[in-house]
């Protein structure tokens, strides 16, 4: 099977820094493999916030997550700071690819990407929705 390919984006609209915790980290001592997923929910998060929008208020529809991906690139160990920048990959009609590049500051090492695709969603109608104008407008500018 091939590795996983996720494309960059040209560029990225949201950064933030993580500072690893003891419960991020595995049995061989560094960053699990499952809290990279989980850094990527809490860069999501944070940009989310600082747009006051949140996964169900966003920009009139509700997100939720098609699939995943993660490239791993170099181990992450305790107090390590992690930049994590968001940028945004293919759209459709329907869904986006959020892309997260994530670098240890600490080691100066790529540490991973992660592409996560979410699609626009009614929870009412539980019935996909058109991505909202308001969402190519914001990462735009």
Known sequence: MARIQI????????ETVYQIAVSDLNYGNHLSNDKVLVLAH???MRWLKEN????LDFWGTSLIQGDAGIVYKSEGFYGDKIKIELGVGE????????????????????LALVKTRMVCFNY??????????????KIKS
Do not use: A, C
């Open 7 to 14: 494309t960059e984006p040209d560029h990225y609209f949201f």
């Open 124 to 137: 009412s109608s539980r019935k996909v929705e058109l991505v909202p104008e308001g969402f190519g407008l």
């Open 52 to 55: 006051e929008k949140s996964e």
């Open 91 to 110: 759209i459709t009609q329907t869904s986006f690819d959020l892309i997260y590049k994530m670098f240890n500051e600490t080691t100066g090492k790529p």
């Open 42 to 44: 809490e860069t999501r």
